[in-house]
């Protein structure tokens, strides 16, 4: 398990990791942070890892984000053959907000990648502004650079007048064999619940 740990005085949010024979009683492989923020773009907080195992290069492969405590900014990208000391990517963040769309024009963060067509697709939240958040699709060939934005991002808005009025977030995707399922966060307001989006068939458009 990768996970944040975070203190407020002063602002701080680090990423830990820890470990379980059956899922229930974790024990914890350090007594410091296996990442935490050290770079410009970072800020004050790494946080949102997602964690992949590599079978054929034998490493773990971690997305996470960076930047603020309240939201982070963007996401970079990290990798470790122990799960425990990473290596950060030379050229982080590998991906960033676009002013030039504004559904995502504030902060891009909390990304899911999931092996996907030769690549690797990710699931990402875009900020218009700290409040109103949205869901988005990008393709990479290799998880790192050259991410193309899915062409109708964003994929899940926040509906009008709806319990996810104000923003969609904290995405999770599986391909069931059939269709694809996305669990997500939606807010109104201050009031959050989880809801769940479907699209059939494998293909994604990307």
């Known amino acids: 398990m990768w996970y944040v740990g975070q203190t407020w005085k002063p602002d701080s949010s680090s990423i830990g990791y820890a470990r379980s024979e059956d899922g229930v009683r974790w024990v914890r492989q350090s007594d410091k942070p296996a990442l935490r923020p050290e770079a410009p773009w970072e800020k004050v907080a790494v946080m949102c890892p997602h964690v992949l195992w590599d079978e054929k290069a034998r490493k773990f492969r971690m997305w996470y ?9 963007a996401i970079g ?28 024009q504030h902060k891009v963060t909390a990304c899911q990648v999931i092996p996907y067509n030769d690549g690797f697709a990710m699931f990402y939240i875009g900020f218009r ?8 699709l990008a393709w990479s060939k290799d998880g790192v650079g050259g991410w193309r934005r899915h062409p109708l991002n964003p994929i899940l808005a926040p509906e009008p007048g709806a319990w996810d009025s104000d923003a969609n977030y904290k995405p999770y995707a599986i391909f069931d064999g059939e269709s694809w399922r996305l669990w997500y966060n939606g807010r109104s307001g201050h009031f959050e619940q989880i809801g769940l989006a479907m699209h059939e ?3 994604l458009g990307l």
């Open 65 to 73: 984000s960076g930047g603020e405590q309240y939201e982070p900014n």
């Open 201 to 203: 068939g494998y293909d």
């Open 129 to 136: 502004d700290e409040d109103y958040a949205q869901i988005g």
């Open 77 to 104: 990208y990290a990798e470790s053959a122990d799960g425990l000391d990473w290596e950060k990517h030379a050229g982080n963040p590998v991906f960033s907000s676009d002013p030039e769309r504004t559904w995502e």
